[in-house]
């Protein structure tokens, strides 16, 4: 380990021990970073349909069915155990006690595990159905091990709301924005009935893209307020609620290793684990816009050979490789919402003795969207995939509210829309 990843765990370790004495206020922004043993984490509302596991972690307040799983790789198996924390809208843990918005006690065993069958690599699959929470908001899962919750595994996000404002999405399909390479999101918030006397220091937004907190836009401020309907509109024209637009995913179907779909090159089989050979890549950032169905960045674990992939999925090398004509001169990673847009040293594009530029990461089988992209590609666009207005994407308006006794942030109005969907 360099001193750099040194000094950053160290980071998240003082993070976590002062969210742990039950200081209120922290930001909790740095602690997502999973253990380097824990793998494939979903965490997402369940539905019962086909794929699933790509819905958001965002659940009604009325039908909280939200779910997460994991793969834990550890030689030794661990006993595990959760933890729920109420945050404001941008991810601080609020004032509310433990008794304030769980009717139980703020421990959980997670007991529902099956080890895996005739894997390379062996691992103990884990799913927990999130207990419900009795106030609509901003909430992280905190996995740990043993009961010590200093033995920190992973932490994930999720959202519970509660529809009492009303929120409309006044883009149309196919109109996202006045610009080349970015979307631009308007939308109205309507408060009717809620008795909020300074709306515009009480009410706060976030839009999110595509699943992803890294580029979430905060602070907006209304266009407009009419307080004699009790609406706020959203409408920009100078970028403010603007994202880089994208390109569609990138795409490999390793979800069979003995007929391998598309984009895979090939597989070695001469060692074990397994060695996926994803096809070569190029940069698009000169290319038209060609469109075509994605995953917005999303992978789904499964295993087409043998079936009940939660438990018989391989872990794998999966080898990325692009030609390195073209390319900007910054650090080039890989990744999308499987590798939570890190930029870890294992994420980083690195020369291979081919020439191209090669990253090894483990993962699971199954299908896997994917991007390359650099440290500034998300605020001043991406050279490598290009940025186009047509690009199909997901956002997510979330509306909270300041609670006038508590001081804590209810999340009161949430609308999930394609932006361009096909």
Known sequence: MNIVDLLRKSSLVIILLMLLSEVQGQPLNGIEIPDGKIKSIMIYQETGGPYQEMQSPAAPLEEQRLVVEFDDLRENSETYYAKILH?????????LRDLDFLAVYNEFNLNDFAFSNDTHIPYVHFRFPIPEVKLPGNYILLVYRDGDLKNLAFSRRFMVFSNQMMVAPMNRPGQGTLYRNLQEINFSVSYAGL???DPTANIFVVVRQNNRWDNALYGLTPSRTDTYRENLEFQFFDQRSAFRAGNEFRFVDFSSLNFPGRNTGYVDKSKKPFHVFVGLDRTRGSEAYAQFGDLNGNFIAGNRDFGNGAVT?????????????????????????WSDWSTAEGYRMKPAADGTLEAMVLLKQGYYDYCYFTQQSFKSGNPIEGDHSMTENSYEI????????????????YSRFSLNGR
């Open 87 to 95: 945050c404001d809208h941008r991810w601080s843990r609020s004032r």
């Open 195 to 197: 008795n909020i006397p």
């Open 313 to 337: 999925g391989q872990y794998v090398y999966v080898h990325f490789k692009m030609e390195q004509t073209g390319l900007p001169d910054d650090a080039i990673y890989v990744g999308g919402n």
């Open 398 to 413: 979330l509306v909270y509210n300041r609670n006038f006794q508590s001081g804590a942030e209810m999340l009161m109005g």
